[in-house]
């Protein structure tokens, strides 16, 4: 068996541009900015082959799958797994104001360290969230596609990557990973 998955950050929001912390409490919509990032993320997609794209059921993602799935002229599904972690108290927050408030947990937020049980009050952890996203994509294993976009956020994309490898980092809206599965094995494709 062989699957592709290409998966993908949701467009910019204006949490996004105000640098303020969304997770999965706070479900607002793309911005314009955020809807021509989208645009040309599906642009970009075609002729990748996707035939489906499973999305998060938060509007930014959901809004960003269906701008993609129009373009490609297919259909969307709803995964409530991918949907952002939890940040438990600091969601809604500017990221300056985390960065003060929980100096200790921001710090280590990005860093490559293996700490995957750090989480914000409340909150989800890193390693919660990898196997949140992982599952999900096991489960997709047995989805009648070849091809498959998923639609998700930052830190659930960011944490399920880390399991192959990458490096925790900061990625841009619409940011784009292309991962596979053939011959039992999991792999991230560069």
């Not at 996004?16 to 919509?29: A, S, T």
């Not at 259909?75 to 949907?83: E, F």
């Not at 947990?105 to 989480?119: E, G, K, T, V």
Request: net charge neutral.
């Amino acid at each position: 068996m062989h699957k592709d998955f290409y998966i993908f950050r949701h467009g910019e929001t204006d949490y996004n541009k105000e640098k303020r912390w969304q997770g999965c409490g706070i479900d607002i919509p793309l911005n314009q900015t955020g809807i021509l990032q989208a645009q040309e993320l599906a642009k970009h997609l075609e002729g990748k082959g996707i035939e489906h794209i499973y999305s998060s059921n938060l509007k930014r993602a959901l809004q960003t799958a269906q701008i993609v799935a129009d373009r490609l002229k297919i259909g969307v599904d709803v995964i409530p797994d991918l949907r952002e972690g939890c940040f438990g108290k600091a969601e809604g927050m500017l990221k300056k104001d985390i960065a003060q408030q929980y100096a200790d947990i921001f710090s280590q937020w990005y860093a490559p360290q293996d700490d995957m049980n750090l989480r914000f009050p409340g909150g989800e952890s890193k390693l919660e969230m990898q196997q949140r996203m992982f599952s999900v994509l096991e489960k997709l294993l047995l989805a009648p596609y070849q091809t498959i976009g998923i639609s998700s956020h930052g830190s659930s994309i960011r944490y399920l990557l880390y399991k192959f490898g990458y490096p925790p980092h900061q990625m841009q809206n619409t940011a784009l990973f292309h991962i596979c599965f053939a011959d039992g094995k999991w792999f991230l494709k560069e």
